[in-house]
């Protein structure tokens, strides 16, 4: 069922380029890009996860001048976009809100863009949830990715983005437009 997936980019907890826990700053155009790539594949909603009140300030200055007053009117494709956009100091949060949503808690499907032993293809995730009604929440990292902690709380985890060269390093908003094609796009 396509009516309630949900993804979120998760700013904490994530890996330091020490493996340390840190909190990633949220850019501008990661706000506006995967708002409209959350809402061209039908994403119910799209949840930025800070816990870091300066950056938690930005999210809602974007927000606001895009949902409410001017921008609203100037740009009513970006409303549209962003009206689906929240945000959450941290991902139980999210979890909790999609919960009172659905009344369950949601499938949780982990991404990196390492290699690893489990995961399943994009064939076989978009089959997972085209075929049930369970809510599924689709985690982006940043920075260095999300600490192991992140991905022992999942239900599934998604292969990764590989391109076809030694270089591997997409911006995560690039990864989610990607990973939400391949998942939803037409066949």
């Given at each position: 069922m396509r009516n309630n997936v949900y993804v979120a980019l998760i700013?904490?907890?994530?890996?330091?380029?020490?493996?340390?826990?840190?909190?990633?700053?949220i850019t501008n155009l990661d706000i506006h890009d995967i708002s409209r790539s959350s809402r061209t594949y039908n994403i119910k909603n799209f949840y930025i996860v800070s816990n870091l009140p300066a950056q938690q300030q930005i999210v809602k200055n974007v927000l606001k001048y895009w949902t409410e007053g001017f921008g609203k009117e100037y740009n009513p494709n970006r409303y549209d976009a962003l009206s689906i956009t929240r945000l959450k100091p941290y991902l139980e949060d999210v979890i909790e809100d999609i919960e009172k949503m659905e009344g369950k808690k949601p499938k949780l499907i982990f991404t990196s863009a390492k290699i690893r032993e489990r995961t399943?293809?994009?064939?076989?995730?978009?089959?997972?949830?085209?075929?049930?009604?369970?809510?599924?929440?689709?985690?982006?990292?940043?920075?260095?990715?999300?600490?192991e902690e992140t991905r022992l709380i999942c239900d599934y985890e998604l292969e990764p983005i590989r391109g076809n060269a030694e270089f591997n390093h997409l911006s995560v908003r690039a990864a989610v437009a990607i990973a939400l094609d391949r998942l939803f796009g037409e066949l």
């Open positions: 700013h904490y907890p994530i890996l330091g380029r020490e493996g340390q826990i840190i909190s990633t700053a399943k293809s994009f064939s076989e995730i978009s089959k997972i949830i085209v075929e049930n009604d369970e809510p599924h929440l689709i985690l982006f990292g940043t920075g260095w990715g999300m600490p």
